[in-house]
């Protein structure tokens, strides 16, 4: 489903207008090392939750780390061929998608199916053979991110209870998570620039990022913390050396984006987002003392040998060399960074992640914030787990469209012939519908882009060869349709409410199907 050109204008007239009010000058953003930090991010982003990684259960670190190689090393992360203003261009991150067997997850005109993660005590689905629909390896892969996404599924919740954990760096000594100052009030500027419930990627050229509106919903919104179930984990892999074109954050000075502003979508409203972040061990460093640090050593023992102090102003030097060490370290770290969306008067976040690194987005963090995530020096794994919207995204979902669609289609075995039951326009009009959403935002997503995850997970073959003959029958009660309005026996007024039907229908078919062609010539890549 294309995005709404309403929804485009309305979007490029609020950056205009940000851009506007912004002129040549650069928001303030905090990070750590200044000061003020921990009081920003209780007033404006208490809806974030930092999990340093000595807090997580011991072992974990190790299954997931292990797992994430496990992914790549299988060639399960994909770049995405996506839909970016009548555009079609490849993600510059590359992705899996993890999580409850049968479920997807659309973003920017693009689904992505689910490679099942294997819960325990469940042996996975089977071919006609009884061969396991992944090799031993990849269970055991998937099996530890579903692991990761039980403790993430406990942990949010305890986190969104005592609203939050907010600590700086220095508090690397406490074991235990300490419950943040809660949420601040609503301000003003919040209520007159967050208007829009769904506001798409500021930084879409590049097909960066990872958000897209879906179809409406009437899903309620999570109301309680203990009703959240994690239901999948988008794999992000993203490496700096690999990434040419990488973006300067345009507003703050944050440094270069991987993926750009964004809201995550396609999500349940108000339910949080946990992400776990894996640093590639970068090139070995020589972590000794250096020879510039024993020259520094020596003279010291020189000076208390001979009874002399630190000066004031060395002290201060050095202060001031320590905090500067500290700011150019930060900028090596991936970093997560956030803003109040369309607002250019609170200052934005920026916040450094070390590897096994954990956070949360919890209440309405997701739908009045953005974030982004800008580059370090080393190469990046992310989990983030995420409450898809399913009702109209799972495998069940589309067979249940399938089963009523046929329902219409009756079938004579001793003539060997087929026939329409019912030739209501209201009918006719709910089955071409159906017609079309699993032509186009199922079938064509996947043989087009998803099968690649046949390679090493055969979970959705035999379940897709099972749609395309189900389309293969819409196909044929198309052409009942149309053998009915060319009748002439057929009453005038019922051709024409049924011939209104099957042109609009076949008009919107047509349409799809060219852009289907068009984006058949950009081949996507089988891996990274």
């Known amino acids: ?74 060639g399960c992360l994909l770049r995405d061929l996506v839909r970016v203003r009548d555009r079609d261009v490849f993600t510059a991150v590359s992705r899996a998608l993890v999580g409850q067997p049968g479920y997807t997850y659309r973003y920017l005109d693009t689904r992505l199916f689910t490679i099942p993660w294997h819960c325990e005590g469940e042996e996975g689905q089977k071919d006609e053979k009884g061969k396991p629909c992944c090799d031993s390896d990849l269970r055991d892969a998937c099996k530890a991110l579903w692991e990761l996404n039980q403790f993430f599924c406990s942990d949010v919740k305890q986190q969104t209870n005592a609203r939050g954990v907010k600590r700086t760096r220095s508090d690397t000594e406490n074991s235990e998570d300490a419950p943040g100052e809660g949420m601040c009030e609503e301000e003003s500027v919040k209520d007159r620039l967050v208007e829009e419930k769904t506001i798409e990627e500021e930084e879409e050229d590049s097909g960066q990022g990872c958000s897209h509106s879906s179809p409406p919903s009437s899903t309620p919104p999570a109301a309680q913390a203990s009703l959240v179930q994690f239901n999948v984990t988008l794999i992000n892999y993203m490496n700096p050396a690999a990434m040419t074109q990488l973006k300067e954050e345009p507003y703050y000075g944050m440094g270069k984006m991987a993926v750009g502003w964004h809201h995550d979508e396609n999500l349940v409203p108000l339910s949080p987002v946990a992400v776990y972040s894996y640093s590639c ?13 024993g020259e520094g050593k020596s003279k010291e023992k020189e000076r208390e040998a001979k009874g002399e102090g630190t000066s004031t102003e060395e002290v201060k030097k050095e202060g001031e060399a320590s905090v500067k060490e500290d700011v150019e370290k930060e900028k090596t770290c991936w970093r997560v960074g956030l803003k109040v969306a369309w607002d250019i008067h609170t ?72 026939s329409l039951i019912s030739l209501l326009p209201s009918i006719l009009q709910r089955i071409e519908d159906i017609h079309n959403e699993v032509e186009f935002e199922w079938l064509r997503q996947y043989w087009f882009q998803g099968r690649r995850y046949a390679r090493f997970c055969s979970w959705w073959t035999k379940p897709m060869e099972q749609m395309e003959k189900d389309w293969k029958e819409m196909e044929r009660m198309t052409q009942l349709l149309l053998v009915v309005v060319e009748d002439e026996a057929t009453a005038q007024e019922n051709r024409r409410e049924m011939a209104d039907v099957l042109l609009n229908a076949l008009t919107d078919r047509q349409q799809h199907r060219q852009t289907w062609r068009d984006s058949s010539d950009c081949v996507p890549p089988t891996r990274v």
């Open 1 to 74: 489903m294309k995005r709404s050109d309403d929804s485009e204008r309305e979007k490029r007239r609020k950056r205009r207008r940000l851009l506007q009010e912004l002129g040549e000058q650069r928001i303030p953003y905090l990070s750590p090392t200044d000061p003020g930090f921990q009081d920003l991010w209780d007033s404006s982003y208490a809806g974030l939750a930092l999990r340093q990684s000595g807090t997580l259960p011991e072992g974990l670190h190790e299954k997931v780390q292990s797992a994430l190689l496990t992914l790549q090393r299988h």
């Open 281 to 293: 061990p970068a090139e070995p460093k020589n972590e000794g003392v250096t020879e510039k640090d």
């Open 347 to 418: 200052p934005g976040l920026a916040l450094p992640l070390q590897s096994g690194d954990c956070y949360y987005m919890t209440d309405d963090l997701n739908r009045t914030h953005q974030h982004c995530v800008l580059a370090g020096d080393t190469a990046r794994f992310s989990s983030t787990h995420r409450v898809a919207q399913c009702c109209t995204g799972t495998l069940d979902y589309i067979q249940k469209r399938c089963s009523e669609a046929l329902e219409n289609l009756h079938s004579d075995p001793e003539k060997n012939a087929k």
